[in-house]
Nanobody
């Protein structure tokens, strides 16, 4: 059974850092692109970061760093310099097929098939 579980949410102070984990079971995550999304109350789900299925390392864009730990079948999202507007439920997701998004990943939710249940992040000002 394909399953994704997000771990690591909680309440943090503005300016701090947070690391979220996306742990996969039932399949090998290193063969899949992984996207991180978030949804604030009353807002649409938005993409935060993604890593291609061909990337076995990490990628940093602005305050967000996404990385893999293949030994743990896990993808991490690190967020630095947290802001109150980072508050929301954070989800990880993968597309349907291994090898999809091999060179380029997109942050369109409709392109992802498997989703975790989400983890809440609350940033206090």
């Amino acid at each position: 059974q394909v399953q994704l579980i997000e771990i690591g949410g909680g309440a943090v102070q503005s300016g701090g850092s947070l690391s979220l984990s996306c742990v996969a079971s039932g399949f090998t995550l290193d063969a899949y692109a992984v996207g991180w999304f978030r949804q604030a109350p009353g807002k649409e789900r938005e993409g935060v970061s993604c890593i291609t299925s061909g990337d076995g390392g990490s990628s940093k864009a602005g305050r967000f760093t996404i990385s893999r730990d293949n030994a743990r079948n896990t993808v991490y999202l690190e967020i630095d310099s947290l802001k109150p507007e980072d508050t929301g439920t954070y989800y990880c997701a993968t597309p349907a097929g291994a090898g999809d998004m091999f060179r380029l990943c997109v942050l369109e939710p409709e392109e992802y098939t498997y989703w975790g249940q989400g983890t809440q992040v609350t940033v206090a000002s």
